[in-house]
Every structure is written in structure tokens, then in C-alpha cells.
């Protein structure tokens, strides 16, 4: 039977409104799948729903997306999911509740129809008992990590009676209709995160208690500094849920009674007394950190009484914070101080389980490491680890009964395959294709040009966070004019796309009193974005999206944005407003609806940035820019996009009533303490674009009139250089 009919699936029919499977309803429902939403009756699914829907952080892009969702009965509306490509089971993780589900399916799902279990632990194959061999051979496990949203990871567990073909589709579907990224883990309990993610958790927390650290002392070392993310392990654990926790490590412990390295997973001290009294972490209101109000009490790990945190920042972050992690953990091995006692209890017994379980639970080093980046967001997984520390530092930690680890896991861009016993290169999708993959034939000032492999280009921004100087928008614009049958991707390789305009460079300017050279950097900037209409130009928008940068991509032909990322024109926040066609843009894209153009024009004013979610609705993206649907895929998307001609550029008169009805939301805003007396200056000054030129060029002129008149203001140069000290704006 063939599969390939997977990657046009419309419906799924989501079984289970509990948490997950309410968030990978509303995570299918925002990349444009029709969901059914099944609970044991629709009032459950109802309730389901509502929980959803209030979720935080927000589990749905907008109310369109909670529109796709409809709710049904499991006893009373099975017979609907046989309307559905997918069948996605999310009922409590109980092996007969789920067994029995899966023998009412079988009569009634289509013979194409995907069929898959969210389970974080439960063996795949127990569930397929007595089910048929044409449903056997479509049926796999699919583990969501929560939220499905924001968290990037699935682990795919095929039995060994599901199809090749099955696998092979259902990975496609995952990764270019779902937007995750899949690591196909063997069936295991536990499988990858779950087995060693958990391990690694709890075994922190007892070195913590048997060295007699503090949580807080503890979450500064396993945080960002250890390569982790900042929650470190007490928060984390906080965040999780020590029930969740606890049914985790119980259910290890009876699947896998012959690991030796199981007795870690019995709960430390601290965590038992919390579950025996009912604080389980976040969702109780505290577990080791407690809030109240703007503070973050923490717990002492011997009373479990809260008290104030240490802010103080331990000596060994300080001094090897800026080094390469595998040297950092490699120089703390051999460091005697409470930090490198730390990681000497911690690192070597988790690199030495990784050792003894990656043969057990996963394929290659390389799938092991990457659900330990995807799903646990270290930034460097167990075996990346081992080939980066000083080996002869690790050894002499480990255990006597430790299994002896490879030289190298990976070699020559190959990774260490357990099933074949040596190194062999692992395939991806081409579609993840990342920035710094391309090959580089042209280095100019700010930017590199990389080859698409298509016939086009793919400019990179290298300035630090993306950020625009005269100098690179100058050199950039040379090359758009030289390259404009050309097409152009216009990305970056960080964590930004572009962070704005060097506030900098306008403080210096302003305060040497060189005005005329702002003036020529504002229409450096207003001519590089009109020749990006020209030219056959697209925008990949990772990360953050602000300022003159946005106003780059928002000339470009088509914009693709990752969903999660950041976007707006916060120029008012320092001052000023977008000069580089911005604010002329915001109007176009409003004129035709007075209330539009006022909404569009107090966007402007209040420096607003928000999610690209909701990024069409403020104006920042027109109806045809793209949201990617995977955010790996961003890159891809962006070079494949539609660089059709744009239309002509038509400004039309604004409507006599609209300078009123800005000053009237002027009036409104200032009465309620929104604008200060600067912000009714800012705003002023963009109701004057959006209400005086009689056509496009007036406007940018006046857009660079504006931007001058304030950046020669004080209150803007005090802005400005607080944010630029600081990185938050003053409102004064």
C-alpha cells in the first residue's frame, strides 16, 4: 500500500482534550489543519478546549485558528473520524484505555487513514494486540512534547511491524505539514527524552543535596553556563511538575529493573517531602521557587522553608563564562571549588549512562544528541559532550563498571550508527538547509552572499544581532542594483534577523551636529528598499525583526517569518520614527478605512512590536507574506517563495476627518497615561506622514523631515542612549 497520499492530509481528528492533546490540537489548528477534538463527551471536549484557549503562553495564533476546531463525544461521535486523514489518539497514558480505544477505531478509520499515539512512555507494540496487519503496518508512536507549539521535537517510535513506507511518509508529513522536527527513537521505555532527559534531572538534584548547595547556586551552574537553558534544573523541575516527575521516573523503574543505573531515579530528600505536601511546582504555586508578587522566593533544600535568593554570581561563571563549553566543562573537571566539585557528581555519571544506553534506546549518536537539543534544549548533547572534554579529565571519574566509550562519535560529518557498530552518514530533509551550510562567493561590508544552489543568492547579515549601519546598507544596495534579475534571499544566520539601525551611529551624529550625514544614511536606506521591490527579493525574518531591518524585509517581494518571531517598528520607544519607507508603508497598507489608517498611525506612535502571528493584523505583514510552517524549514521557504512584480505603489489622499480623528486618539491615549508629553510629540510627528504628502516620495522626504527634526531633540538623545545602555526604553 502506498502512503504518499499522507502529505495532503486536511483533517485529523485529535483524541484526548487533556493538556496535550488540547496543545497539539491548537498547534494543528494554527498551521491550517481542520481538527476534530475528541473527549469522553463533548462537554469534556468543550471544557477541553476552554483550558486551551487559556493556556500560557498561548497555545493559538488567533481566533481564526480556534475556528478549524470542533468538538465531538468519543462515545457518541466516534463514528466521524472515519472523515479524517489522521487519527491522532491523546487519551490518558493507560495501556487498556488506550487498547480498547484503538479496537473501536479499527472498524471505522479509512484504510489510508494515518494513525498514530501520543504516549511518553508506554510501549508501542502493546498496543497494537490483536489489531489488524493493514493497521499494524500504519500505526507508530508520535510524542509530542509540551507545548506542541513551542517545542520543536517529536520522537517517531515505528514497532517492527510498521511499514517502511509508513515510516518514510509519516516523517515527511511531521516535518513539512507539522513543522517539527523528527528523531525516530527505538521502543523503549521512556524512549530517548524520557529514559536519559529524566536521569539527568533527578541525578542533579541529588548531587545538589549531597553537595549541600543552594537551589539557586545550583540552577546558576545547570543553567546557560553548562549549556542548558535558564531554568537550569530547580526551575525546570518547577516547571514540569514533580507529580509528572514522579510518574515518570516509577513507570522507568518497573519497565527497566535490570538498569543498574535506575536507583537514581528514587525521589532526592527534598523532592519527596514537596510531593507529600502537595507543592508540585509551578502548578500548585510553588515547589522550590514560590512567587509572590513580582518576587521569586526559593527553597532551602534541608527546611524547604522560602526565603530570598543569592544574587550573587558565583566566581567560576565569571571566569570561564566566555570559553568554548567542551573546554569549559573540561577546566571545571579539574577545578576545586563547589562548582567544579559540581560538575565533577554530575557530568561524568550522565556522559557514562549515555555510553550504556545510546545502543539500548536510540539508532546513532547524532538522533540521541539531537532530543536532547530539540527537547531538552541543551546546546550540546551527550556524545557532542563527550567528543569535546578533555577525555583524560572525564575517564578518571567515571565509574569501574563504566562501558568504554568510542574515541569519537563523530567523525569526518559522520555520526556514530549503534546498529551497524561504526560511522556512517545520516540524511536530512533538505528542506532544514541552514544559512551557514551555503557556500560563500562574495564577502561584502556587514553582509556575505552565499550561493542557493538554484541560481539565486542568499545575502547574510553579519553584523552582530543583524543590526543596520550606513556603511552596510550603502554596500548592500550596491550589490541589490548589480544583481536585480537576480533573485535574492535576504537572511541571517544568528538568532536575529535584524535587531534595527545602529542607535549609535545617530547619537554620535546628533551630538557632532551632523545632520546631513543622517539625512544620507535615511535615503541610503528609503533607495535600498526601493530597489528590493525591484529586484526578485525575499526575506527570511528569524528570531527578531525590528526597525530598519523590518522595513528591509517589508520592501522585499515576499516576506517569510517564522511564526514565534518577534516584528515591529519600535522607533518611537527611542525617539523617533521609521524613516527608512516604514511609516509610508503602515499608511498605504491602511488607507481606504479612516479607523484603519488611525489604528496604523498609533502603531507607529507606541513603538509596537509583536508576534509575526499577529503581524498581518497590525500591518507589519501584508496577506501574502508567509508564515512558516516549520521554522527550520524558514530558510527553504524563502528561497522557494513567489517574487512575482509587486503593483505600483498608489498613495491615495487621506480623508479630511482623519487628522481629527488622530488627535482625538492622541488626547485619549495621553488621558490614560499611554503617551507622555514626548510620545504626543512622536505621534504628532506621524500624523503628519499619514496626513499631509499627496504622494509616496512626499512621504519618505517627510519621513526624513520627522526623523531629523526629533533625533535633534534632547529628550530622543536620552532615549536613545538608555536604551543603548540599558536595552529598555525610557518613557520620559
Known amino acids: 500500500m502506498s502512503y504518499d497520499s499522507w502529505k495532503n492530509a486536511e483533517k485529523v481528528a485529535v483524541l484526548g482534550a487533556g493538556t496535550m492533546g488540547g ?6 489548528a494554527n498551521l491550517g489543519f481542520k481538527v476534530l477534538l475528541f473527549d469522553i463527551s463533548d462537554d469534556a471536549a468543550k471544557a477541553g478546549l476552554e483550558r486551551t484557549k487559556e493556556a500560557k503562553p498561548p497555545h493559538f495564533y488567533d481566533a481564526d485558528s480556534i475556528s478549524r476546531i470542533e468538538t465531538a463525544s468519543i462515545e457518541s461521535d466516534l463514528q466521524s473520524v472515519a472523515q479524517c486523514d489522521w487519527i491522532c489518539e491523546a487519551v490518558s497514558e493507560n495501556l487498556d484505555i488506550k487498547r480498547s480505544l484503538f479496537e473501536r477505531l479499527e472498524n471505522i478509520v479509512r484504510d489510508d487513514a494515518m494513525v498514530t499515539t501520543n504516549t511518553s512512555g508506554l510501549q508501542i507494540a502493546l498496543l497494537m494486540d490483536g489489531r489488524s496487519e493493514s493497521f499494524r503496518k500504519r500505526f507508530m508512536g508520535v510524542h509530542f512534547f509540551n507545548p506542541p507549539r513551542y517545542l520543536k521535537l517529536i520522537e517517531l517510535i515505528p514497532t517492527a511491524s510498521t511499514s517502511a513506507d509508513a515510516i518514510r511518509s509519516m516523517t515527511e508529513f511531521l516535518e513539512n505539514r507539522v513543522g517539527r522536527r523528527v528523531v525516530q527513537a527505538l521502543d523503549t521505555p521512556g524512549f530517548i527524552a524520557n529514559r536519559y532527559g529524566m536521569w539527568c534531572l533527578y541525578q542533579a538534584i541529588h548531587t545538589a543535596e549531597k553537595l549541600q548547595l543552594t537551589v539557586e547556586a545550583v540552577d546558576q551552574i545547570t543553567g546557560p553556563f553548562l549549556g542548558r537553558p535558564r531554568t537550569g534544573t530547580f526551575r525546570l523541575a518547577d516547571l514540569i511538575g514533580f507529580d509528572i516527575m514522579e510518574d515518570i521516573a516509577k513507570n522507568l523503574m518497573t519497565r527497566c529493573e535490570n538498569d543498574p543505573y535506575l536507583p537514581i531515579l528514587q525521589a532526592p530528600a527534598s523532592l519527596a517531602k514537596l510531593i507529600e505536601e502537595g507543592r508540585l511546582g509551578n502548578k500548585t504555586g510553588g515547589g522550590y521557587y514560590r512567587r509572590e508578587g513580582s518576587q521569586f522566593l526559593v527553597a532551602n533544600l534541608s ?9 550573587d554570581e558565583m566566581p567560576a561563571i565569571a571566569e570561564l563564562g566566555s570559553m568554548k563549553l567542551g573546554e569549559r566543562i573540561s577546566a571545571l573537571l579539574e577545578r576545586r571549588d563547589e562548582v567544579g566539585e559540581f560538575v565533577r557528581c554530575h557530568i561524568p555519571p550522565i556522559l557514562e549512562y549515555a555510553i550504556k544506553l545510546g545502543p539500548e534506546i536510540s539508532h546513532t549518536a547524532r538522533d540521541f544528541d539531537r532530543v536532547m537539543k530539540w527537547g531538552w534544549g541543551w546546546q ?11 577525555r583524560s579529565a572525564l575517564s578518571k571519574q567515571f565509574s569501574p563498571t563504566a562501558p568504554p566509550p568510542i574515541d569519537r562519535y563523530y567523525l569526518d560529518g559522520k555520526s556514530y550508527d549503534f546498529d551497524k557498530g561504526a560511522h556512517a552518514a545520516q540524511q536530512d530533509n533538505p528542506r532544514f538547509a541552514e544559512v551557514a551550510s551555503l557556500p560563500v562567493s562574495h564577502e561584502g561590508q556587514g553582509f556575505k552572499v552565499r550561493e542557493d544552489g538554484l541560481g539565486g543568492v542568499v545575502v547574510e547579515i553579519t553584523t552582530k544581532m543583524g543590526v543596520l549601519n550606513p556603511d552596510t546598507v550603502r554596500a548592500l544596495d550596491d550589490f541589490v542594483q548589480r544583481n536585480l534579475e537576480k533573485p535574492i534571499t535576504i537572511a541571517n544566520a544568528g538568532r536575529a534577523f535584524s535587531a534595527g539601525f545602529d542607535l549609535t551611529f545617530f547619537i554620535s551624529a546628533a551630538e557632532a551636529g551632523n545632520f546631513k550625514e543622517v539625512e544620507s544614511a535615511l535615503e541610503e536606506l528609503q533607495r535600498l528598499g526601493a530597489n528590493l521591490r525591484r529586484a526578485l527579493s525575499s526575506a527570511a525574518v528569524n528570531g527578531i525583526g525590528l526597525g530598519g531591518g523590518l522595513e528591509v524585509a517589508m520592501h522585499c517581494r515576499t516576506l517569510v517569518a517564522d511564526p514565534e518571531a518577534l516584528i515591529g517598528l519600535p522607533e518611537a520607544l527611542v525617539g523617533v520614527l521609521p524613516a527608512g519607507g516604514g511609516t509610508a508603508i503602515l499608511r498605504m497598507r491602511s488607507q481606504g ?16 512590536k509583536v508576534p509575526a502571528t499577529a503581524a498581518k493584523q497590525r500591518l507589519f505583514l501584508r496577506q501574502k507574506d508567509v508564515l512558516a510552517s516549520n ?32 488627535d482625538q486618539q492622541i488626547q485619549e491615549r495621553k488621558a490614560k497615561g499611554e503617551f507622555g508629553e514626548y510620545g504626543v510629540v512622536i505621534a504628532e510627528a506621524v500624523k503628519h506622514i499619514f496626513t499631509k504628502p499627496a504622494n509616496y516620495q512626499e512621504a519618505l522626504a517627510l519621513e526624513r523631515e520627522e526623523f531629523l527634526k526629533l533625533l535633534g531633540r534632547p529628550m530622543t538623545i536620552a532615549r536613545m542612549k538608555h536604551m543603548v545602555e540599558t536595552g529598555k526604553p525610557l518613557l520620559n
Open 593 to 608: 478605512d479612516a479607523k484603519a489608517m488611525v489604528s496604523a498611525c498609533m502603531t507607529i506612535a507606541k513603538g509596537d
Open 303 to 311: 527546611s524547604l522553608s522560602y526565603g530570598q535568593p543569592s544574587e
Open 380 to 390: 550540546m548533547g551527550p556524545f557532542e559532550l563527550l567528543d569535546a572534554i578533555d
Open 631 to 662: 521554522p527550520d524549514q524558514l530558510l527553504y521557504a524563502a528561497i522557494h517563495a513567489d517574487r512575482a512584480e509587486l503593483p505600483p505603489l498608489d498613495w491615495t489622499p487621506a480623508p479630511p476627518p482623519l487628522a481629527g480623528m488622530i
Open 23 to 28: 496543545g497539539i490540537a491548537a498547534h494543528l
